[in-house]
């Protein structure tokens, strides 16, 4: 009779798991960059987006209130009627956590983060 076994385990050594984490790390370290920068573009652009729609109510409300040029404006109160609102029936806010500004007929809204952040919030 032979008693002799194969005592081979089956599995990983420590030197093929250290590979493995070495080359997640490597792929992380490439990746999670981009996602960043993935993340501030969208912003800006949803932003940018958020600054038109505005501005188009902004000249919407001047056309049919007969405002002229340099008028003043609510930017809470006189465009809500002009402007898709959140679930909230607030205007929408920026991603990035700015704050808008439209003072006057005329003249573009603005983000408080402006070009203050990369890529800028600010109208081309």
Known sequence: MKTTKNLRNAGFTLVEIMIVVAIIGLLAAIAIPNFVKARATS??????????????????????????????????????????????????????G????????????SCSLGSSVTPSHALP
């Open 43 to 96: 912003q800006a652009n949803a932003c940018i987006n958020n600054l038109r729609q505005i501005d188009a109510a902004a000249n919407q409300f001047a056309l049919e209130k007969g405002k002229k040029t340099s008028d003043a404006i609510v930017l809470g109160t006189d465009l809500t009627p002009y402007i898709k609102l959140t679930s909230a029936g607030v205007l929408p806010p920026c991603p990035a």
């Open 98 to 109: 700015g704050t808008y500004a439209c003072t006057a007929v005329g003249t573009a809204p």
